[in-house]
Nanobody, 120 residues
Framework: QVQLVESGGALVQPGGSLRLSCAAS????????MGWYRQAPGKQRELVAG???????NYASAVKGRFTISRDNAKNTVYLQMDSLKPEDTAVYYC??????????????WGQGTQVTVSS
């Protein structure tokens, strides 16, 4: 069994910063790509940023230059540093990981989500 647990969501003022964390645990053999998605009320879930095990990154155009994704492979953890936050960044942020389990099953796992609210 595999679990992803996000943390770091909060209420922040426009222009502020937050750092989200997502730790994977359980019967993990390896993790390939990891990413952050978000879903605002009434909208579809969208990719925010992704990172491969080798450190290659990809960002949505709306967050490029403001958000930075990183990971610690030894800790099975991915981070999202969010700077210059805007009200339109308000959403539930979800972590996703492409995981190979110890019994050689490949899982696309999701966390439970963490709320980010940008408001004055």
């Amino acid at each position: 069994q595999v679990q992803l647990v996000e943390s770091g969501g909060a209420l922040v003022q426009p222009g502020g910063s937050l750092r989200l964390s997502c730790a994977a645990s359980g019967s993990i053999l390896s993790i390939d790509a990891m990413g952050w998605y978000r879903q605002a009320p009434g909208k579809q879930r969208e990719l925010v940023a992704g990172i491969t095990s080798g450190g290659m990154t990809n960002y949505a155009s709306a967050v490029k230059g403001r958000f930075t994704i990183s990971r610690d492979n030894a800790k099975n953890t991915v981070y999202l540093q969010m700077d210059s936050l805007k009200p339109e960044d308000t959403a539930v942020y979800y972590c996703n990981a492409d995981i190979l389990t110890t019994d050689w099953r490949r899982l696309g796992s999701w966390g439970q989500g963490t709320q980010v609210t940008v408001s004055s």
